[in-house]
């Protein structure tokens, strides 16, 4: 099997609940030693706020490439067998998973190494958003990740996901496939409509 048909990408619509097992049963395997797994969940305050819920939406034919990339990334740095990552749309309440990843590996540094690596590059660079709602008001969050990639984005020879440098090509840069304006204009896609 092709390492991309080891790779196991979903983005989950509106009020699709997270089953982990499907995604652990979908990485397990004999010659794996290892399985890594990270659940993100909703926590119920955020600097002293009442969490409400947390609302996600995405541009889900980019999100699904870009993730993809992440994994292709993950295998050139790992000794990985499989990789599974879901992440949700919609409403997710207090206590409810909204993104999950599962890696296996013959051994274990490899396996939490890369879910790791995994979790890190999809809040910094995949086109997922989040906003916060509170008990008395919501506002649109910008993942910490993504801002020390956008700083990144911006230097003269920054480095991407891949750890590729980035080219510049006037008032662009382009990583992973995917062309970037800096300087604080707008993100976009190169292949759109492809």
Not at 106 to 133: G, M, N
Request: proline share 2%.
């Amino acid at each position: 099997m092709a390492d991309e048909e080891k790779n196991l990408v979903e983005i989950l619509e509106a009020n699709n609940l997270i089953d982990m097992a499907k995604y652990i049963t979908y990485v397990s395997a004999p010659q794996a030693g290892a399985i890594a797994t990270f659940a993100g969940t909703t926590r119920d305050t955020f600097e002293g706020k009442t969490v409400v819920e947390l609302r996600y939406e995405a541009y889900v034919p980019m999100a699904i490439r870009c993730i993809k990339s992440i994994c292709s990334s993950a295998r050139s740095a790992w000794n990985l067998h499989s990789i599974a990552v879901v992440h949700r749309l919609g409403t997710v309440p207090v206590g409810e998973t909204s993104v999950f990843i599962a890696v296996s590996a013959v051994h274990r540094a490899d396996a939490l190494d890369a879910c790791k690596f995994l979790i890190d590059e999809l809040k910094a660079s995949v086109p997922i958003w989040k906003k916060e709602v509170y008990s008395n008001g919501e506002v649109w969050k910008e993942n910490s990740e993504f801002k020390e990639r956008r700083l990144e984005l911006g230097k003269k020879d920054g480095i991407c996901s891949r750890g590729e440098v980035l080219v510049k090509t006037h008032d662009r840069k382009t990583c992973c496939g995917t062309k970037v304006k800096v300087d604080d204009k707008e993100i976009g896609d190169n292949s759109a409509g492809k």
